[in-house]
């Protein structure tokens, strides 16, 4: 009865399976899926396992060449099964090591890492070494990409040494260049140096030994035509030899005659003549022909210098690219990583500013303090400066009527440093004030204790603290608290400056008491006043004609020149002022004037 649900499991399977293939025009491999079926449940009712395995393996084929990776491997998981009740350990390397590769590519790497490393240990049950090495090289890779370099190391040592052993030219290639990329994750330069040595080794070897043998075979085809033409020349001299002898036999019987007739005489002197002067041009023959032999032997011997300066000329070109080539790819390499770091850098660094940006004050908690304005300029993206509001009960119903707190803090530093000391200068006076501390003195004593504890400085050393100006106005007896750590204030009544300065020593830095005792100054507000706090951004800006500060005494001035104006031009006329001032050279640091309008009757 089981046996039987098998067998129309499996039919039902075929028959889904061919309405999937048919719409992908694959109508025929459709076909040969449902043949493997069949033959698969028939293998699996008369329990034959090895042949199941083989089937559910050919399916599994099929599947990934349509692209359905996952039912590949659910096929591949089956052949594996079937394999171990075969007991046929190559069929279970096939399956594992297929497994690992289409996990692979699903990006499965923990998957195809356990698969690779059962697919080496059945390889090595095999005594198969091919299938070892590259189940070792594939297990290395996939724990590289699961960014664990370290762990790729000893498959890949091992994979280099049968690699060495069989004499397996390209596998030993892969090992020295995966190698030389791992080491060099890891740091290890030494090491990935001299992986990349042998890979080199190996690549420039395979190049060169082709281009010697083609250069070997244009030598041989030039010494037989040479040595045929000094064959030809040997030839001529021995024809040149034979042709003198015989001319000396003929003179020599001419003389015979000379001497047996003297009436012949003048015949035969003429005769020697004309022999004498052949002979002297058969000699003269055989001399150009011996200087020709010379020539050719001094072209051979010039052509095989030749052949020798263009092997070591190749041979150094190819040294100097392929120099030239590793180095530029690692230039690349180099280049891409470090793009890839600045743009995570600047991801980052704009991630810090929405946070900071936040954690400032919005426009509608600016607005409850009535008539006023901020200059906020940071010299990078995010800033060391940080302006601050807050509510300060008065113990009046109405909320509207509470008394009203705002500072100018410049942190030390500035960019990300700054920014990371202005989050915890802002998230230290909001919890100052919800402790019910609402007098200027008391809020800045509890702030460097504040900053001084966040930060260790007793423990550290860490001197890094904040320079602040801070004021509380009491709206029903318009007066102006005001409490400054080495910035001052400055306010404007009846067309009259005016500064107040702060306290000598800073909030916070290792170098400062552990307790401080800042003062309190107060400032009536019954006339029209504007107020002024600021970090030291704007005036110790460098510009103007000779590249000089801009200066307390110059800032001043441009101050009373503008208090009269509303808040909106007055912003307008700083930020344009600095600019010009700066006439496009860079911002030397954070930038912060804040602006209210307070008194009156």
Aim: net charge positive; charged share 25%.
């Amino acid at each position: 009865m089981k046996e039987t649900f098998v067998v129309v499991r499996c039919i039902l399977l075929v028959v889904v399976v061919s309405f999937a293939f048919v719409p992908s025009g694959m109508a025929q491999d459709a076909a040969k899926l449902a043949e493997r079926e069949q033959q698969l449940a028939s293998a699996a009712k008369g329990n034959r396992s090895a042949e199941a395995a083989g089937q559910a393996y050919a399916i599994a084929a099929l599947y990934e060449d349509a692209g359905k990776l996952d039912k590949a491997a659910t096929y591949l998981a089956q052949s594996l099964s079937y394999s171990k009740k075969a007991s046929s350990v190559e069929g279970q390397y096939r399956a594992y090591h297929q497994l690992g590769r289409i996990y692979s590519t699903l990006r499965s790497y923990s998957k195809a890492a356990d698969n690779f490393q059962s697919a080496t240990k059945a390889a090595h049950a095999l005594q198969n070494k091919a299938f070892e090495t590259e189940s070792l090289i594939q297990y290395a890779m996939a724990q590289a990409a699961l960014d664990r370099p370290k762990r790729s190391i000893e498959p890949l040592t091992e994979a280099l040494a049968l690699a060495l052993e069989r004499s397996d030219i390209e596998a030993q290639a892969k090992c020295y260049s995966l190698l030389a990329t791992y080491y060099k994750a890891l740091g290890d330069e030494k090491k990935a140096t001299e992986y990349l040595a042998h890979y080199n080794a190996i690549i420039l070897g395979q190049k060169n030994a082709k281009e010697i043998r083609e250069l070997t075979r244009e030598g041989k085809k030039s010494q037989q035509l040479n040595a045929r033409k000094m064959e030809e020349l040997k030839a001529q001299i021995d024809q040149v030899e034979s042709e003198k002898k015989l001319t000396e036999s003929e003179l020599l019987e001419q003389r015979m005659k000379l001497q047996q007739t003297e009436d012949s005489l003048r015949i035969v002197e003429e005769i020697s003549l004309k022999r004498q002067l052949e002979i002297d041009l058969l000699n003269k023959d055989k001399e150009l022909a011996s200087a020709k032999i010379r020539e050719q032997n001094a072209l051979i011997e010039k052509e095989a210098l030749f052949r020798s300066s263009v092997i070591v000329g190749i041979l150094l070109v190819g040294a100097l690219a392929i120099v030239l080539i590793v180095g530029y790819r690692r230039k690349i390499r180099v280049n891409k990583r470090l793009h890839q770091q600045n743009e995570n850098i600047k991801s980052s660094i704009n991630y810090a500013k929405r946070i900071q940006e936040a954690m400032l004050p919005r426009k509608d908690q600016q607005s409850k303090i009535g008539d006023s304005f901020v200059l906020f300029k940071p010299r990078d993206v995010v800033s060391g400066d940080f302006y601050w509001f807050s509510d300060v009960p008065n113990g009046h119903d109405d909320p509207a009527h509470n008394d009203i707190a705002f500072a100018a803090v410049d942190c030390t530093g500035h960019g990300v440093p700054g920014a990371f000391m202005s989050m915890i200068g802002i998230n230290a006076l909001n919890g100052i004030v919800n402790r019910g501390v609402t007098e200027t003195n008391a809020i800045l004593d509890a702030l460097h204790k504040e900053i001084r504890t966040a930060l260790r400085q007793e423990v550290t050393g860490n001197n890094d603290g904040m320079d602040a100006a801070l004021c509380i106005y009491r709206r029903e007896k318009k007066i102006l608290e005001f409490s400054g750590a080495k910035n001052p204030l400055i306010y404007i009544q009846n067309n009259t400056l005016h500064q107040v300065k702060g306290d000598i020593h800073p909030i916070g830095g290792s170098k400062t008491k552990p307790t401080l005792s800042f003062k309190k100054q107060e400032i009536l507000v019954d006339v029209p006043t504007t107020v002024y706090l600021f970090s030291d951004g704007y005036r110790d800006q460098f510009g103007g004609k000779e590249n000089m500060k801009f200066m307390s005494k110059r800032f001043s001035k441009l101050l009373l020149d503008i208090h009269a104006l509303p808040m909106t031009e007055q912003h307008a006329i700083l930020d344009k002022t600095i600019e010009e001032w700066m006439n496009g050279r860079g911002q030397t640091d954070d930038i912060l004037v804040m602006a209210i309008r307070l008194g009156g009757a």
